[in-house]
């Protein structure tokens, strides 16, 4: 369902219910594998050994494990989340998998409380379409992205109507450039391999 607060002020999209600790067993769902190809998305961005990278909106820690893997031992994964029930059942999972490369973060509605100039990539996978202050948790992700960060959204393609999610839950490239574009990045590379979502890959725009 929508969320009753309206619509965002420069796309015009509805804005979408958080994903809420009730669901927790829908997203660590069997099919979801099928669905998302998760491995697939994270080869498309060639996440490197070493690298620190953000995963925001973790959830249950889906993605978050996938990252861990990839950047080693050498590398670290920020997983944030505003809900503390997601933060507890992640620092169980890091526990039961061994890993000392990820760190829980509590975040806000509109800061996800990341150190500044820290991160290579930030991840938002079927997250930003459900944050309530998108602008400002914007500025603060390019606040913590080194000067060749990404900022990754991927998000349910809204441009085809067969894919069997509720329109708040999807969107369209246009909306995701026309927004994430007003806080000083450029939308660099749109890869559409995954059977569902779009992948869009986000650079911040520097000023010379």
């Known amino acids: 369902m929508a969320r009753e ?21 829908w997203l660590d769902r069997e099919e979801r594998d099928v669905d998302e190809s998760p491995d697939l998305a994270l080869d498309a961005l060639d996440i490197k050994v070493g690298e ?39 620092k169980k999972l890091i526990a039961l ?4 490369n990820v760190v829980p973060m509590l975040g806000s509605t509109d800061d996800p409380g990341l150190p500044p100039a820290s991160l290579d990539l930030a991840l938002l996978v079927d997250v930003y379409h459900e944050l309530s202050e998108p602008q400002k948790m914007l500025q ?17 393609r809204n441009e085809d109507a067969w894919i069997p999610i509720e329109s708040e839950h ?4 246009g909306q995701a450039k026309m927004e994430v574009e007003s806080e000083g990045f450029t939308l660099s590379k749109v890869d559409e391999r995954l059977p ?13």
């Open 5 to 25: 607060t309206g619509t965002h002020p420069i796309s015009g999209r509805h804005y979408a219910h958080v994903m809420g600790y009730m669901s927790a067993t």
């Open 52 to 90: 620190v990278v953000a995963d925001i909106g973790a959830g249950t820690g889906y993605i978050t494990i996938r990252l861990a893997k990839r950047v080693g031992s050498e590398g670290r994964v920020y997983a944030e989340d505003i809900q503390r029930k997601m933060i507890d059942r992640i």
């Open 97 to 100: 998998e061994k890993l000392g």
């Open 140 to 156: 603060r992700l390019r606040e913590s992205l080194k000067q060749n960060g990404r900022l990754v959204l991927i998000e349910y």
């Open 170 to 173: 999807k969107m369209t490239v």
């Open 196 to 208: 569902r979502q779009h992948i869009l890959i986000f650079t911040r725009y520097v000023t010379h």
